[in-house]
């Protein structure tokens, strides 16, 4: 196996291989461009490295080879005294990771070979001492983890002796002597002198690159922008060239165009008579490149050529990094540059205008995670506010507000006009008010399938969840010493997770306000607004999932279908159980006859079809997906402590209270131990008479109503839960029977499904599909159940371990574990389609809006995923996105 390539044998598409850095710098050289020569140790060297401690067989003497290669192109020998050969070292994975891992410059200078550079620089002496000096900082660094401030601390010393503040007034003597007390630095933490055999510099600084891969600022890095953990570095291994040899020297990066905004034109930062490290660690005041075209004409016009070129090359924004030695210009880097959301989509936009790339390329540009970025509200942190915590970003977004601990407390507070944070250790169905109320909500327990992830994802508002360092009482919560009390102010970062103390100003966007139709008409030709909205236009001609939403109220549902909701997916009955109808619940659950349960139901009942008919006028002409109710009945009781100790104190004054005491013996004698796989979804329905079927009556009456009005209603009833084609069967005749009655000659037809998150379900999908229209995974249970992983506590609780271990790469409650659940889907899809050609398929688990779980319904084959309103956009584009991406589907 090769493990040394030189940069005429590389190109772009090698980087699994070769890095990124390293396949670009071939692709220059090969562009002709000048990029000084140079080699690249490979990735599998890295690994290799890494598996077995030591370098692979081979790989020194494929070094030797490549060196005295590159010796030969120079004209100059490693260490040789008289004339050195001097080369960097530099790491180069095959993703991007800026600043995570090592560099060392200035490779093969020594105590002889430093008198031959400053010969080679026409006697310039402070040149090579400088060079040195930061040879000696840079490896003692990286290599033997001297801490950084000590040479730092040297450096600020011998300025201050001199009364300078500027690094370039050092003089040579000044160096030197710098150089002998960094030298001194290097042994007092080593124990060993300054290595001067260049080529023990030489794998000593490849080594120490290799070792970088697994910092841990580097892993943390990879688990952030979910970069696998095995991919391992590429080292490259370049004949340097100086940007510090004197004013007609220096070194710049740029971009071919704003990184930031997207905008058309060059945009850089150059710094003369300095070494690549100076301009990104801002050590002084950077110029532009308008500057550089003062100070050195010719350079500035080849690099505008070659910025140019690469852009045409590439067909994409470019950065760049380059050193112009002398008045000689070199290119040490390019790559697709990295840009923020807003300029992704600008700048796909734009090449699209200038006939660089067609639209389908426009949307392999961007993705649904930009757009999610560019539809929340955004912190303004220039302020640089107080940290306080970081928890689980749940549903993205800014919210500040007073902290409040109740939901009574927060629609109080939201009363009142003020903004409200919302506090609690976690969310029950009872605090749905105060959710709805605040402008945020925090929790120190709970995942991102915590009902107050969930709820509050559906209604797009800002959430943070299991801030476990956070000790929540019932009017204060404590992190470490530190207490904060109600009425206090904090903001939260639901893209981020941060908790922040006070009031963080925030940005609304313009994206949303554009979807909502109320842009300031100011902006109304922003390029931004003008960008998404033609990208997102071409993503729905050319996607073939369709995009519901998981709305159940008919304000959600507007907001859905205005953001291009295309029906509604999954409308959750449960929270049309709470608020004022509590009472009405109750009375169902404590009924000791069927006569007053069958009048607790009809009272129930008008008040379903309102809610109904209200959600199917809003999606008029669209599909709406009713599902039966889910939860087990207990959730809409009080709970059991805190019911127990109130019937005790009424017995203890000698007040009983004998609806509560009735409640309490309800309450117990359905309290389960596993709530979650006990009396719930169709379970409830079999077992509690009458009340799926006054559900299905009241969505049959709503659609007749609505289809009285001349509306189009078109309902679907789901039934939650279904393990078995029996239990469905069941539930259908009944609604079967119901629904003919109530339709009679109407022109309405009442489609009827199941929803697929039982394991069982989803390995007898060919029975099931017997009795049902439509399927609907319901991948957060699914996942529940077929990892056996409780939703609501998991990720919170031992979640990290599985992801530091590698067991999975993202949490498989947020993108879809395609081998495993993903695999019960598969089943299903295949299994029910074979059954029922005309099957209707779809998802409506939280899965259904994320990006990479959307291309994989793609492929399987589903016919619409059903997302939260405010995830509508992303999965229209993602889904346009999977149409044209060359997997392209695999089924059908
Ligand atoms: C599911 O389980 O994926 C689902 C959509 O239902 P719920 O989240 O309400 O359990
Ligand atoms: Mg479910």
């Excluded at 050529?305 to 090359?313: K, R, S, V, W, Y």
């Excluded at 889910?630 to 109130?646: G, I, M, N, T």
């Excluded at 590698?806 to 695999?823: H, K, L, M, N, Q």
């Amino acid at each position: 196996m090769k493990f040394v390539y030189d940069f005429s044998e590389g190109n772009k598409d090698l980087k699994d291989l070769l890095g990124g850095k390293g396949a670009n710098l071939a692709e220059m050289t090969n562009l002709g461009l000048p990029v000084p020569p140079g080699f690249t140790i490979t990735t599998e060297a890295c690994q290799r490295f890494l598996r077995q401690g030591t370098h692979a067989d081979g790989l020194t003497a494929e070094i030797d080879e490549h060196l005295a290669a590159l010796e030969s192109a120079m004209g100059r020998e490693l260490g040789d005294p008289a004339d050195p050969l001097l080369v960097s070292v530099r790491s180069g994975a095959k993703f991007s990771m800026p600043g995570m891992m090592e560099t060392v410059l200035n490779v093969g200078l020594n105590d002889a070979s430093v008198d031959g550079l400053s010969r080679q620089a026409g006697g310039n002496d402070r040149f090579a001492w400088d060079s040195y000096r930061r040879l000696i900082q840079m490896f003692g660094k990286t290599v033997c983890e001297v801490p950084g401030h000590e040479f730092e601390d040297a450096l600020h010393e011998a300025k201050t002796a001199k009364g300078v503040t500027d690094d370039v007034d050092l003089d040579a003597g000044d160096l030197r002597a710098l150089v002998t007390a960094y030298k001194k630095v290097f042994v007092k933490h080593t124990g060993h002198d300054f290595p001067q055999d260049p080529r023990e510099q030489l794998d000593q600084a490849v080594e120490a690159v290799f070792r970088s891969w697994n910092a841990d600022r580097a892993i943390l890095y990879r688990r952030q922008e979910r970069i696998p953990a095995d991919l391992g570095t590429a080292v490259n291994v370049v004949a340097m060239v100086f940007g510090n040899l004197g004013a007609d020297s220096g070194t710049g990066v740029a971009f071919t165009r704003d990184p930031a905004t997207g905008e058309q034109g060059v945009y850089g930062d150059y710094l003369s008579n300095a070494q690549g490290e100076d301009v990104v660690a801002g050590i002084r005041n950077t110029l532009s490149l308008a500057d550089l075209e003062r100070l050195d004409k010719r350079s500035y016009d080849e690099l505008m050529q070659i910025m140019a070129t690469l852009e045409g090359h590439y067909r994409d924004l470019c950065d760049i990094e380059f050193t112009i030695e002398r008045g000689k210009l070199w290119m040490l880097q390019t790559r697709v540059g990295k840009r923020t959301a807003a300029a992704a989509f600008t700048i796909a936009a734009q090449l699209v205008d200038e006939g660089v790339i067609d639209l389908d390329e426009a949307l392999t540009r961007v993705t649904g995670g930009q757009l999610a970025q560019l539809m929340f509200p955004r912190f303004d942190l220039s302020g640089d506010p107080e940290s306080l915590t970081r928890g689980i970003g749940a549903s993205p977004g800014a919210a500040f507000g007073e902290v409040v601990f109740t939901s009574r407390r927060a629609v109080e507070v939201a009363a009142e006009g003020r903004p409200v944070i919302l506090v609690r250790r976690e969310t029950n169905p009872d605090d749905l008010p105060g959710m709805i109320a605040a402008n945020g909500i925090l929790t120190s327990r709970g995942g991102k399938t915590s009902h107050a992830a969930v709820v509050a994802r559906g209604m797009g508002k800002t959430c943070v969840c299991g801030a476990d360092r956070m000790e929540v009482s019932a009017a204060s919560f404590a992190i470490g010493s530190h207490i904060v009390r109600e009425g206090d102010t904090i903001s939260v970062d639901g893209t981020t997770g941060r908790v922040y103390l006070g009031e963080v100003p925030v940005r609304p966007s313009e994206v949303v306000q554009y979807f909502e139709g109320d842009l300031d008409p100011a902006r109304a030709n922003d390029p931004l607004v003008a960008a998404v909205h033609r990208i997102l236009t071409h993503a729905d001609a050319t996607r073939r999932l369709r995009v519901r939403t998981n709305a159940d109220t008919g304000a959600d549902a507007a907001r859905a279908r205005r953001f291009g909701a295309q029906g509604i997916g999954l409308c959750r009955t449960e929270h049309m159980f709470l608020g004022d109808r509590r009472e009405l619940v109750e009375r169902l659950i404590l009924a000791r006859s069927d006569a007053e349960r069958a009048e607790a139901l009809s009272a129930l009942q008008p008040l379903q079809r309102a809610d109904f008919l209200e959600i199917f006028r809003e999606m008029n002409g669209l599909p709406v997906t009713v599902r039966l109710i889910d939860p087990p009945l207990h959730e809409f009781l009080p709970s059991l402590e805190e019911l127990a100790v109130k019937v005790a104190v009424q017995q203890e004054h000698g007040e009983p209270d004998e609806k509560d005491e009735q409640l309490l013996a309800a309450v117990r004698r359905m309290h389960e131990q596993n709530p979650m796989l006990g009396l719930r979804g169709v379970r409830l329905g079999l077992v509690i008479p009458g009340l799926f079927a006054m559900q299905v009556r009241a969505i049959a009456e709503a659609a007749v109503a609505l289809a009285a009005e001349g509306g189009n209603p078109r309902p679907e009833i789901m039934v939650p839960l279904v393990g078995a084609v029996q239990e469905l069967e069941t539930v259908r005749a009944e609604a079967e029977r119901i629904i003919a009655e109530v339709v009679g000659s109407a022109n309405v037809r009442i489609l009827i499904g199941t929803m697929i998150e039982v394991p069982r379900a989803a390995l007898t999908a060919g029975q099931i599909a017997e009795a049902a229209e439509f399927f609907s995974f319901g991948t957060n249970d699914l996942t529940q159940m077929g990892w056996g992983f409780s939703r609501d506590d998991v990720e919170g609780a031992f979640f990290w371990r599985y992801l530091e271990l590698g067991i999975f790469g993202i949490s498989p409650f947020e993108s879809i574990d395609a081998d495993g659940v993903g695999r019960l889907v598969r089943i299903a899809t295949d299994e029910g389609r074979a059954a029922r050609p005309d099957l209707k398929l779809g998802v409506c688990g939280e899965h259904g809006g994320d990006p990479d779980s959307v291309h994989f319904f793609h492929r399987v084959g589903l016919d619409y995923v059903s997302c939260s309103p405010f995830r509508v956009p992303i999965a229209r584009l993602e889904a346009g996105r999977a149409a044209v991406t060359a997997e392209g589907s695999d089924h059908r």
